[in-house]
């Protein structure tokens, strides 16, 4: 089920935490402080039948060395480094509440629709607030984003695929991707801790956010 945070009529088809899934984990996750940037993956369960495992590999894009606002881990089975650039964007204008971030991530007429007249500042911080009130509980940082899995099924497509048809009917995507991701914060009292923990504990859905290329541009569906 899709869920819906109301702060304000105007804000209710927007602010979504912007981690909408269509169910819950069943999976509880375990979480230390100071907790690596990426989940260990069952690397024997992996087979390239050419014997080359590079893409299945961890990749790293970093501010300092990239391009991004935010650093980022994957494969690059999961996602190309433009992909995930842009997830990065998506998360780190929530976490800094950055308007420039959010129009550079977000398909412009997709982000139109759900702002349905809303104020993208407005937005952000309802976003930041409600990250802060319900899960966090404190002020805080993202430090870091990873895309855990590949969560293109079909019921998730579809739902993307209805969202774009009524922002842009006209808009062809050539690539469709939807990732389960999880955002890394730092909060006051320090250490590195996980959103998706926070959102397990409150028995709320996992995080997954749509990347889909259209004309030759990668572009965050929320």
Known sequence: MYRFITRAAALIAAV???????????????????????????????????????DYAETELKPDTSDVPL?????????????????????????????????????????????????????????????????????????????????????????YDSLLAKAAPDLKPTSKKVFKVNCLYEKGDGGQLSLAARLSENNMDEIQVAVYTIDGKPYVIF
């Open 71 to 159: 650093m980022i881990t994957f494969r690059k089975t999961f996602a190309t480094d433009a992909e995930a650039a842009k997830v990065a964007e998506f998360y780190y204008s929530i976490s800094e509440k950055s308007v420039e971030y959010l129009e550079s991530s977000v398909q412009p007429d997709v982000l139109k629709y759900k702002l349905d007249g809303s104020d993208e500042q407005e937005y952000l911080d309802a976003e930041y607030d409600y990250i802060k009130d319900t899960l966090v509980k404190d002020d805080y940082k993202f430090t870091a984003v990873t895309i855990d899995d590949d969560a293109s099924s079909d019921e998730n497509i579809s739902y």
């Open 16 to 54: 979504t935490i912007s981690f909408t899934a269509v169910s819950c984990s069943s999976e509880k996750k375990s979480e230390e402080k100071n907790a690596g940037a990426h989940q260990d993956h069952n690397m024997a369960a992996v087979s390239a039948d050419d014997g080359d495992y590079t």
